[in-house]
């Protein structure tokens, strides 16, 4: 051992080897471009930090920040038959779920749980976009039916966040079928007494917009989110006519009466919090995490005694 082995070759070994940094650090936001750092986002709820642009969010990571404490339990789904229809184009049906299911970390487009927002039971539903585009498959139409199921059996309400392209056409009319299934299950809430609110994201298209995205007894949608049912494209080739700015957004559904609110999601939880009480009347909930102080006796009581 010498003093080339033990300091010339580790020095130049470092000047020139390369680190390995992990490709995920840093996302760029694609409204304004800007490179946001993973934990600032994270912080941010998934929000540009320059722009306020509204990022995807796992449904996993909005019921961490949604549910109180992010305590919540997930509801079971029934598993319906893996390929109905043996599709198959560039992939197999089959190899593209586990694909999703790799890139995702979870087993479908739907997570279905149930937990306490601002102190009020409640059940939720959120779609994953990035699970195969949020498509509406029979296990969402399984998920839908199982949280309503759930809400009515423990009479809670039942808040619903979408997400998602359309139906999945790898199931072709059995993805379809489920716009019917859906609306059946918002029936049972609705015959339940039990408050439905849905929560439209970026983006919410095609037969989810038909069926039980819009049939919320409130509508929210976050900022600058697309919800439609046709693509802008389709419309104007059809009308041919140009269509007006900010077609089809939050804003633009906001002011022609779709919708009854455009909430930014770090305002989301409070806004829920405060409708959902209102409408299964009770009163408003308390700010922190302690409960309601005990009210204090009056002076006089305390005189007397």
């Known amino acids: 051992m010498n003093w080339i082995t033990n300091y010339v070759r580790p020095t130049i070994n470092s000047l020139f080897s390369r680190r390995e940094v992990p490709d995920n650090l840093w996302t760029k936001c694609p409204e304004c471009g800007t490179m946001l750092f993973h934990r600032e986002l994270t912080e941010n709820l998934n929000v540009c930090t320059n722009c306020d642009h509204h990022l995807a969010i796992s449904p996993r990571d909005r019921f961490a920040t949604l549910f109180d404490g992010g305590i919540f339990s997930e509801v079971k789904v029934p598993e319906p038959i893996a390929d109905p229809l043996h599709f198959r184009d560039q992939k197999k049906y089959p190899d593209r779920l586990k694909s999703a299911q790799k890139a995702t970390g979870e087993k479908e487009a739907m997570l279905v749980a149930e937990g306490e927002i601002g102190r009020t039971p409640i059940v939720a539903a959120a779609q994953d976009f990035a699970f195969m585009g949020g498509s509406m498959s029979m296990y969402v139409g399984n998920a839908i039916i199982a949280g309503a199921e759930r809400a009515v059996k423990?009479?809670?309400?039942?808040?619903?966040?979408?997400?998602?392209?359309?139906?999945?056409?790898?199931?072709?009319?059995?993805?379809?079928?489920?716009?019917?299934?859906?609306?059946?299950?918002?029936?049972?809430?609705?015959?339940?007494?039990?408050?439905?609110?849905?929560?439209?994201?970026?983006?919410?298209?095609?037969?989810?917009?038909?069926?039980?995205?819009?049939?919320?007894?409130?509508?929210?949608?976050?900022?600058?989110?697309?919800?439609?049912?046709?693509?802008?494209?389709?419309?104007?080739?059809?009308?041919?006519?140009?269509?007006?700015?900010?077609?089809?957004?939050?804003?633009?559904?906001?002011?022609?009466?779709?919708?009854?609110?455009?909430?930014?999601?770090?305002?989301?939880?409070?806004?829920?919090?405060?409708?959902?009480?209102?409408?299964?009347?009770?009163?408003?909930?308390?700010?922190?995490?302690l409960p309601k102080p005990e009210a204090k006796p009056a002076p006089s009581s305390i005189a007397a005694k």
């Open 154 to 289: 423990l009479k809670r309400p039942f808040v619903l966040f979408s997400a998602a392209g359309g139906a999945r056409m790898q199931e072709g009319i059995l993805g379809l079928m489920q716009m019917p299934r859906t609306t059946i299950a918002v029936e049972m809430l609705k015959d339940a007494g039990l408050p439905y609110i849905v929560v439209l994201t970026h983006p919410t298209t095609g037969g989810v917009t038909a069926s039980y995205a819009m049939l919320g007894d409130v509508q929210i949608a976050e900022p600058n989110a697309l919800i439609g049912f046709a693509g802008a494209r389709v419309i104007e080739q059809t009308i041919r006519e140009k269509l007006p700015e900010g077609f089809q957004r939050s804003e633009y559904l906001l002011d022609h009466g779709m919708l009854d609110r455009v909430t930014h999601r770090k305002k989301l939880k409070d806004e829920l919090t405060g409708i959902l009480r209102m409408l299964t009347r009770q009163p408003p909930a308390v700010k922190g995490d």
